[in-house]
């Protein structure tokens, strides 16, 4: 089965600074890869997501890259701000009709003011 | 839109007892829903995929017997946590997909999550 390796797991910078999380995948069948923010106690947001036929997406002050012959993809936070602080995720979405997501173990970023 | 409730928000319950949790899509029809267990400081574990209108997939570790879920209607998946022991604590997150939505065909939209706490 799929499995998500995500690092570092905690990551520290300061404001203004920014903020680069990775990860890997096994399955190279894996075809879409979101990001989600999750605030203690509260439910996953999606921040970013990109599908195996594109290489780079950006919104605003976020990016997502994907290299599929290596098998990993990077968020990459820009001119970060302490409300960026929270736990990030990357997850996977293993291949077949329901589509069920496979998560990394998160990383926690603090952004220093 | 694509909304998605769960209810109860916490729970507190004693050892032995069963505890439901419901998991509704407010605005969309939801065929397939997965439930999420999170520890913690740790990641969410996929626990099983819930299909309407036949048996749950459980993943490798999860007992079916346990975690009984039914999805009886395009809005609403239930998790019934049977004998719960203070081991079953935790944070039970579930999540649809609104596979009728053009823009938000891949997206999984996410509950907000119950908080279970079996003494």
């Known amino acids: 089965g799929e499995n998500v390796e995500q690092h570092p797991s905690t990551l520290s910078v300061q404001e203004g600074d920014s903020a680069v999380i990775k990860c890997t995948y096994s399955d190279s069948a894996s075809n879409y890869f979101p990001w989600y923010k999750q605030e203690l106690g509260k439910r996953p947001q999606l921040i970013i997501d990109i599908r195996s036929n594109v290489g780079e997406k950006k919104d605003q002050r976020i990016a997502v890259t994907l290299n599929k012959t290596a098998k990993h993809f990077s968020l990459h936070i820009t001119e970060t701000q302490p409300e960026d602080s929270a736990v990030y995720f990357c997850?996977?979405?293993?291949?077949?009709?329901?589509?069920?997501?496979?998560f990394g173990k998160g990383t926690k970023l603090s952004v220093k003011p | 839109g694509a909304v998605v409730s769960q209810h109860p928000s916490r729970v507190i319950c004693k050892s032995g007892t069963s505890v439901k949790i419901e998991c509704r899509s407010l605005?969309?029809?939801?065929?397939?829903m997965f439930w999420y267990r999170q520890f913690p400081k740790q990641s969410l574990m996929l626990m099983a995929t819930s299909n309407e209108g036949s048996k749950a997939t459980y993943e490798q570790g999860v007992e079916k017997d346990k975690f009984l879920i039914n999805h009886a209607s395009l809005t609403l998946s239930t998790l019934t946590v049977t004998s719960a022991h203070p081991e079953d604590s935790s944070f039970y997150i579930c999540?649809?997909?609104?596979?009728?939505?053009?823009?938000?065909?891949?997206?999984?939209?996410f509950g907000p999550g119950t908080r279970l706490t079996v003494l």
């Open positions: 605005d969309f029809q939801a065929t397939t």
């Open positions: 997850a996977a979405r293993r291949p077949g009709s329901q589509g069920n997501l496979i």
């Open positions: 999540s649809a997909r609104d596979l009728d939505g053009v823009l938000s065909y891949n997206e999984q939209f």
